[in-house]
């Protein structure tokens, strides 16, 4: 352990006053400058690795729902730091992608202006709370020295394909080898299933051809995907700024465009991002919410034959045992088949039809189900087993990139299928279960397939064997696993982003030589879109050109690119030669506890798994999850205030008379209002719309409404830290915020009980000085009531913070001091484990006591306190004495007192007597530690 105070060190606040600001600011600046938090990737502890969702810095700053996840991962790192482990416990910023980008839009400015102040508000507001970081592992994912590494992991992904058969990613190069050998045979291709070759044709495939198809097996990949293109905008669209067809910014027409885009191929990783799963401590709820994301299903995939076509159509089904209740067919718009299908008499139905899905997002096709729309093909398929003609239809309630992207109907068997056959008249066969005589489906899962020959009367399970048998001797179909995940996609057509390091020789990609690395960013003020829906960076011709014939790739990575990994680069930030070496790797291993939002649940938590399991399979880590432990803290609810203004005019109405008038309800902000009372002048002064208010009162003052919403800026309920910070203290912020409720619950905010846990610190304060000033310390013994209170205290507050329970850990130091309050005890024995059992919570005033009463090493390196059960036994019990059955007093007895002395006890005091009236009692009945009973 270190010396924190240097010789010359006095304290500025020696005359015991409880200035909480002088004090934080004094203990902030010297544990940043003795490098209180510094970690080695070393040492005989054991290793204890905490870790936040990194926030992007965005304009807006911390409200005081941002820190809520950083302080408990806080007081955890304290907590196992004082148990004796080397914890890692650091921050970083997520500074690429779409929000940093378009704040500095709105604000003129460049993303790289933008985010260096942001981040310097960030890190100002984080310090002003005391977090125990280690700085000096500080990330930046638009940092070159950061992104270089992201990049190189590109390069890692991009070079490697997925070995189905050793269940693992390996190298590109393998695969050659594989093909100039033995062609594909036995090897699948994931990106296209109809290729196939032998070794003698691949060697003799031209270089593009081969890497043409190298590109369907590789892990990072190119292909051709529909987006949202807005021409207006001159951008391409996510699905969430995409409403009825039309730009959520400026309302402009948006249509779906074939583009090349980048993906991961993370459905090869599908199965193991499962079973990865069941080795991980998450919730319930976050196991589900992936488990239903990733989709696992087993079923059979069927080929069905186009009458007069050469085509035909492939469809999955987990209900191949309802073949023969297929009474039509439904193809995703999208699909490569549409056209080749299209009878002539159809066409330009067709095209009408498909003009209608290109203005719908996938989100709206998806979520609209109880709006029917369709088209039929004019083509037929034929049913294998009974040669039945099956219209062939195309619906936008089918996505190409689900499935085989085409189903087959079996109305009697499914809702959906049902409503859409009736919709449009299509005939329903009656083959599995009753006829519904006109009446709505009531699909089953046990349902008896009847007049289906070889089914007849089979339960599904063995009926879905014999069908997939079926199809398999007949070559026309195969048992097969799907899953409802699809590629990720890792293009996007912006600026503020990681450049690919990908460069195209007469079209065909190459990755970049390692040592080029990193690709920086060009530096540009106008980001503005390229032509036809390419990134801002095709605009730089000189940048992009890089010689005849080679070109760079103008799109740049998604957000999640360099948050995928970003755990990985805190255990070794300053590494110049590797992303991490692999001794630090090896020793902070998995994140032991990440905390974090469930709105990254099915985004970043199964991309930064993938990349972890590739890095694994590849050798450069030990480990292929990347997070142990996952904790998902509930949100900080804003409790929002609303003006009522009375419409068409500048008079607003204080809430209980609003219904006597037609009036407007208008969010104000929080800080004009105390409780619900607004502050008439302040609101005046807040925006020239409302300089000239005139208000209706109530009783004198103008009572506001009350909304509990999701904390946000536009809503006006944000409350800054900073604020709260100035009045109470950051130990009084951060004890209060825990104090809300349990860590994974969402709660309301209310500023109005911070006072109680202000006055509490107050109150523990005064335990070491009193108001003249005067330290109370002493040297004195413990009594045995003393020593329960601590040690019950000890064992509470280990409890509940090893589990995260911080509320209760909050509500125990309050009984805690309390107690020894009201026992004016004083007593070093007793004060000094108490300051070691708050430090994680409250630590800028435990370690200027700790300093105080005489300690020269810091705080942050004391031992914790360790629990002794004997303290907390009890030795007495409190007997309640019943007269007659009811209870009439109580008395206290040692447990092992003697029956026959507890008896004399009892009937000699006042209170039997005086039931007794002098006579003997009949019987005195005795139950050792629960009860005593005299039957007069």
Known sequence: ???????????????????????????????????????????????????????????????????????????????????????????????????????????????AVTTAANM????????????CYDWERQINTSDPGYYKWTQWIFLQIFESWYNRTTQKAEPISGLVNIFEKDGNAGLICPGDRTIQFTAAQWQGYSEKEQRDILMQYRLAFLAYAEVNWCAALGTVLANDEVINGVSERGGHPVVKKKMRQWFLRITEYANRLLEGLETVSFSDAMKEMQRNWIGKSQGAEIKFAVKNSTS?????????????????????????????????????????????VKSRSE????????????????????NPFDGREIPVWIAEYVLAGYGTGAIMAVPCGDQRDFGFAKHFNIPITNIIGDAFNGQEANPTKDAKLQNSGFLDGMDMRPATDVVINKLEALGIGKRQINYKMRDAGFSRQRYWGEPFPIIYKDGIPYGMDEKDLPLELPHVENYKPGEEGEGPLANITDWVNVAPGVKRETNTMPGYAGSSWYFLRYMDPHNSHTFADRKATDYWNQVDVYVGGTEHAVGHLLYSRMWTKILFDLGHIGFDEPFKSLINQGMIQGSSRFVYRIHGTHQFVSAGLKDNYQTDKLHVDVNFVDGVTLNTAAFKKWKP??????????????????????????????????????????????????????????????????????????????????????????????????????????????????????????????????ELATMRCHKRSILEPLLILLTPYAPHLCEELWQYIGNNESILNALYPVYNEQYTKESTFNYPVAINGKTRAEMGFALDADTAAIEKEVLASEIVQKWLEGNPPKKVIIVKGRMINVVI
């Open 689 to 818: 719309d409302y300089y000239e208010a005139t208000f209706i009162l109530e009783d004198g003052q103008y009572i506001c409404g009350t909304e509990v919403e999701k904390m946000s800026k536009s809503k006006y309920n944000t409350v800054n830290p900073n604020e709260l910070v100035e009045k109470y203290g950051a130990d009084t912020f951060r004890m209060y915020e825990m104090f809300l409720g349990p860590v994974e619950q969402s709660k309301p905010w209310d500023t109005k009980g911070i006072e109680g846990v202000h006055r509490f610190l107050k109150k523990l304060w005064r335990l070491f000085a009193d108001e003249q000033k005067s330290l109370l310390v002493n040297e004195q013994a413990a009594t045995p009531e003393e020593m329960k209170i601590l040690h019950k205290t000890i064992h509470k507050i280990d409890q509940d913070t090893s589990s995260f329970s911080y509320n209760t850990a909050v509500s125990q130091f309050m009984i805690c001091v309390n």
């Open 120 to 131: 310097k508000t960030f890190r100002k507001q984080l310090d002003n709370i005391g977090f």
């Open 312 to 356: 035909h159509v492939d469809v999955y089904t987990t209900r191949p045992d309802t073949i023969f209740g297929v009474d039509f067919m439904v193809v995703a718009p999208e699909h490569d088949l549409v056209q080749k299908i299209t009878t002539p008499a159809q066409q330009a139905d067709i095209d009408k039809y498909l003009d209608y």
């Open 1 to 111: 352990m270190y010396c924190l105070y240097p010789a010359n060190y006095s304290s500025s606040t020696t005359d015991m006053e409880y200035n909480f600001r002088a004090i934080e600011k004094k203990w902030q600046e010297q544990w940043d400058q003795s490098h209180a938090y510094r970690v080695s990737n070393n040492g005989p502890k054991p290793k204890c690795y905490v870790l936040d969702m990194f926030p992007y810095p965005s304009g807006a700053g911390l409200h005081v729902g941002h820190p809520l996840g950083y302080i408990a991962t806080d007081i955890y790192a304290r907590y196992k730091r004082l148990k004796g482990y080397n914890v890692l416990h650091t921050m970083g910023y997520d500074a690429f992608g779409l929000p940093a980008e378009q704040y500095a839009m709105e604000t003129g400015q460049h993303p």
């Open 363 to 382: 989100r709206e096709r998806m979520a609209d189900v109880k709006q029917i729309t369709g088209c039929f093909t004019g083509a037929y398929a034929i």
